[in-house]
């Protein structure tokens, strides 16, 4: 009875999940079919020769610019955006955690607040900020908030906070004892044991970043600085008379970077998720 | 001889050093926080009293507001914004809250379709995944052609003003999997001696999780609810991309509205004002959640 049970769950679980993949899979099949074959029936393996010549086509199809230089200023962005998320981020989980300071619990607050503050109140002063520092058509805008705690800074401090506060005080204490100052206690004590959560921010702001889409369209206007998303939309526009193998093959790329990190590190993402409940 | 005394007493509650270290430690943070969020946010206030592009603005006191209220189309694109969001979030939760249960005990094998569920919600906003949406749910995409076998004839679900906004609330429910993973955490909490203590009493499948499993949830379900009714009040990609807000402004969500203003039109002015009055409401519907969680969350120590 319960054996039975549990195989139905198994069945059930199997189908829903394939259900809920499903367009995943045609995504990629549709990667390597000529257009004519996507859009009729419901096969999902190509009837006759994979069409890998999407991709290399796909790369190209834009006049000036390949989608190596969409790669390319993505990955630049993003990394940055990821250095100075964990760097920021790291330095002021480690002060509210364990140093004492006066207006410890209003600035606690303030940094509550912008948990949940809605970002779209910001989208349009910001511009205003960012032009009036001379930052349109740059990646400042894009990596200098990043630096300073702003993407997502909140959602990371706190994640870094309740992590902090896990580690026993005594290791603290007893560097403390042996000399170590506030810096020396950071460097050698709490960054080496914050190794996970380190790593749960830096790939949420990866993952965020890398999708973000909003501030890329707001900031950058050359074709030649297009990052990923950008370049996907003005593939996007001038597809219709385009193939869609080559659309959906330079999608399928754009989402490489997230389902492969993804899969090398879900416990990261489970975890970071679930100690702060971070949205998706 | 007064402020010598309070700064006594500061000096007894921080230690000197230890405070100018935290300020060391929080000074990015801080000025972030005062350049790139406080200070816009004061700004885009000023700002929703003006008449304003980026070169000249004027004080104009307010008249946005006042327009705002017969604008038909900004109300339009509230009422879209809020159908949206009471229909995909409790639909998102409930599928979100119905696949944990059946993913909490670790059965063999569940790790793998805990991630698999939740990869959707990493990648879902994406503009990759949107222009696979907008395929798959065109005339002769997959949809329509699935519908086909089974004799029924479809339609161009993105470009019929009755069906467009569905099309985005599906997109949304197939990114349940972060709730589903913050509720698992949360099931797997609730302790197993509740479950025996009512199984020994006679209880039912249904009655323990209506009496234990939805009770001792409850905070978790109040902030997945929270969390989500404020992120789905700020959709723009998946509306900008599918369906550009057509047909007919039936997509025309709010946030799209303020972008084809602000950066469009270039009334920026107006726009703010918008955008102040979208976080308004927003507010009002989680001031609305947490009136109302005191009625159905349920706090154990009290």
Redesign the interface.
């Known amino acids: 009875m319960k054996n039975r049970k549990?195989y139905f769950?198994?069945i059930?679980?199997i189908l829903?999940?394939i259900f809920?993949?499903y367009?995943m899979f045609?995504?990629f099949f549709?990667s390597v079919k000529p257009n004519n074959e996507?859009?009729?029936?419901?096969r999902l393996i190509p009837k006759g020769t994979w069409q890998w010549e999407n991709y290399i086509n796909g790369w190209s199809a834009l006049p000036q610019h390949t989608f190596g230089t969409f790669f390319k200023n993505s990955f630049f962005v993003v990394i940055l955006v990821v250095i100075g998320t964990i760097?920021?981020?790291t330095?002021?989980g480690?002060?509210?955690a364990r140093?004492?300071?006066?207006f410890?619990k209003i600035?606690f607050a303030?940094?509550l607040g912008?948990l949940?503050?809605?970002?779209?109140?910001?989208?349009?002063?910001?511009?205003?900020?960012f032009?009036r520092f001379g930052w349109i058509n740059s990646y400042l805008p894009l990596v200098?908030?990043a630096?300073?705690?702003?993407f997502a800074?909140g959602f990371f401090?706190y994640l870094m906070v309740q992590f902090i506060r896990g580690i026993p005080r005594e290791i603290d204490e007893a560097a403390r004892i042996d000399g170590c100052?506030?810096?020396a206690i950071?460097w050698y004590v709490i960054l080496p044991n914050t190794k996970p959560a380190i790593f749960s921010v830096g790939l949420f702001a990866f993952?965020w970043s890398w999708?973000d889409?909003?501030n890329q369209?707001?900031y950058i206007n050359d074709v030649g600085k297009f990052t990923v998303?950008l370049g996907?939309?003005l593939f996007?526009d001038n597809t219709a008379a385009v193939s869609?193998g080559s659309?959906?093959a330079?999608?399928?790329l754009?989402?490489l970077p997230?389902?492969t990190l993804?899969?090398f590190a879900?416990r990261y993402?489970?975890e970071g998720?679930?100690t702060t409940?971070?949205?998706? | 001889m007064r402020s010598k005394l309070s700064n006594l007493q500061l000096r007894k509650k921080f230690d000197s050093k230890e405070a100018v270290a935290a300020f060391v430690f929080l000074a990015p943070w801080l000025i972030g926080i005062l350049v790139f969020t406080l200070w816009p946010f004061l700004e885009s206030v000023i700002m929703s009293f003006q008449k304003t592009n980026l070169r000249t603005s004027s004080f104009i006191g307010l008249n946005n507001y006042i327009h705002l209220l017969h604008d038909r189309k900004f109300i339009k694109s509230i009422l879209v914004t809020l159908k949206y969001v009471i229909i995909s979030v409790p639909l998102k939760l409930a599928f979100a809250l119905f696949i944990a249960m059946l993913l909490k005990d670790n059965i063999k094998g569940v790790g793998i379709f805990r991630s698999a569920l939740y990869l959707p919600s990493l990648i879902g906003a994406s503009v990759a995944i949107a222009a696979m949406w907008t395929q798959l749910f065109g005339y002769s995409g997959l949809i329509n052609n699935v519908l086909n076998i089974f004799g029924i004839r479809g339609k161009p679900w993105i470009s019929s003003p009755d069906t467009a906004l569905y099309v985005l609330i599906v997109l949304a429910v197939w990114q349940f999997g972060s709730s589903m993973v913050i509720f698992i955490s949360g099931l797997k909490n609730i302790p197993t001696s509740l479950y025996e203590a009512a199984r020994v009493d006679g209880a039912s499948k249904f009655q323990s999780f209506f009496k234990i499993t939805l009770p001792m949830l409850s905070p978790i379900i109040l902030f997945n609810f929270v969390l989500q009714t404020i992120n789905s009040f700020q959709v723009f990609t998946q509306a900008f991309i599918i369906t550009k807000g057509g047909p007919m402004n039936e997509t025309l969500f709010t946030v799209l509205h303020i972008y084809n203003t602000a950066f469009t039109r270039l009334e920026m002015g107006y726009a703010s004002a918008m955008s102040w009055t979208l976080l308004f409401i927003i507010a009002i519907f989680t001031g609305l959640i947490f009136l109302s969680a005191k009625h159905w969350v349920y706090y154990e120590s009290e």
């Not at chain 1, 996507?38 to 419901?42: A, E, Y």
């Not at chain 1, 140093?99 to 006066?102: A, E, G, Q, T």
């Open positions: 549990l769950k198994y059930f679980l829903f999940t809920m993949l367009p045609w995504l549709s996507i859009f009729t029936g419901i760097f920021s981020t330095m002021a480690y002060a509210f140093l004492n300071f006066p410890k600035l303030i940094l912008t949940m503050l809605p970002q779209q109140v910001l989208m349009i002063p910001r511009y205003v900020l032009s200098v908030p630096i300073a705690a702003q800074g401090i100052g506030y810096f950071f993952m999708n889409f909003l369209l707001l998303p996907l939309r996007l869609w659309l959906f330079m999608s399928l754009a989402l997230s389902i993804f899969f879900q993402f489970v998720i679930a409940g971070v949205k998706g």
